[in-house]
């Protein structure tokens, strides 16, 4: 092995050292989808069920809320997965998230449940999603939840961290802010008036171009 061989493998070695792997860690509902709850509530004309996560930064409250009203109504998950099929994604979501993987390693980390899930999926192309479990009788009434893990959108930022990723996380409500703070980079999409006045660390964005050059940006850097 000659000398110039040596250092060039050295120098291979360097760059594949310096070289970044970054992943995007999207929210679903409000980024790429319309509000299932929001979607629900107007169908059954119930708008105690608008209530989501842009309004209450508790979420344990906000699903119990939530399954206190749909057992009263005796409502269940057929008639929210009824609702779900009509949902389509919203314009341009598709093609921004085409293109962002195309350039990116990109999951989506949501506080859905895999009941909710599915067809949403399918019409985007199914991209990879971490999200959570319903618990749901027999009979379809929704009795209780499971997460995936505690802080599920934080945690798995922090777990892909651990692993060699640099992060980047958009989302528009309270529950993405902690993915948002811990990663590299961190952008609010659509959010409230209320959440981009309180948080002005973070660039708000309302376009899919703008976000996607965003994170085009950060991941040539």
């Given at each position: 092995?000659?000398?110039?061989?040596?250092?060039?493998?050295?120098?291979?070695?360097?760059?594949i050292?310096?070289?970044?792997?970054?992943?995007?860690?999207?929210?679903?509902?409000?980024?790429?989808?319309?509000?299932?709850?929001?979607?629900?509530?107007?169908?059954?004309?119930?708008?105690?069920?608008?209530?989501?996560?842009?309004?209450?930064?508790?979420?344990?409250k906000?699903?119990?809320y939530?399954?206190?009203?749909?057992?009263?109504?005796?409502?269940?998950?057929?008639?929210?997965?009824?609702?779900?099929?009509?949902?389509?994604?919203?314009?341009?979501?598709?093609?921004?998230?085409?293109?962002?993987?195309?350039?990116?390693q990109?999951?989506?980390?949501s506080?859905?449940?895999?009941?909710?899930?599915?067809?949403l999926?399918?019409?985007?192309?199914?991209?990879?999603?971490?999200?959570?479990?319903?618990?749901?009788?027999?009979n379809?009434?929704?009795?209780?939840?499971?997460?995936?893990?505690?802080?599920?959108k934080?945690?798995?930022?922090?777990?892909?961290?651990?692993?060699?990723?640099?992060?980047?996380?958009?989302?528009?409500?309270?529950?993405?802010?902690?993915?948002?703070?811990?990663?590299?980079?961190?952008?609010?999409?659509?959010?409230?008036?209320?959440?981009?006045?309180?948080?002005?660390?973070?660039?708000?964005?309302?376009?899919?171009?703008?976000?996607?050059?965003?994170?085009?940006k950060?991941i040539?850097?």
């Amino acid at each position: 092995m000659t000398f110039d061989y040596v250092i060039y493998f050295l120098y291979l070695i360097y760059i594949i050292e310096e070289i970044i792997m970054y992943i995007t860690c999207l929210d679903l509902e409000g980024v790429l989808v319309p509000e299932i709850w929001i979607a629900f509530a107007d169908a059954v004309g119930i708008p105690e069920l608008r209530r989501t996560t842009r309004d209450e930064p508790d979420y344990d409250k906000l699903m119990k809320y939530r399954i206190d009203i749909l057992k009263q109504h005796g409502l269940g998950l057929k008639e929210i997965q009824a609702t779900i099929e009509k949902i389509d994604p919203l314009p341009g979501a598709k093609e921004f998230l085409d293109e962002l993987r195309a350039n990116c390693q990109t999951i989506i980390i949501s506080d859905t449940f895999d009941q909710f899930a599915g067809p949403l999926m399918k019409k985007l192309g199914l991209p990879t999603i971490f999200c959570n479990t319903l618990e749901v009788a027999p009979n379809g009434e929704i009795t209780g939840y499971k997460m995936r893990c505690e802080k599920s959108k934080l945690t798995t930022v922090k777990a892909l961290q651990s692993i060699g990723y640099e992060t980047i996380a958009s989302g528009d409500s309270f529950n993405d802010l902690g993915m948002i703070q811990a990663s590299k980079a961190g952008y609010l999409f659509r959010s409230t008036e209320s959440i981009i006045k309180e948080y002005p660390q973070f660039p708000a964005f309302t376009e899919y171009s703008e976000l996607l050059n965003a994170i085009k940006k950060e991941i040539s850097k």
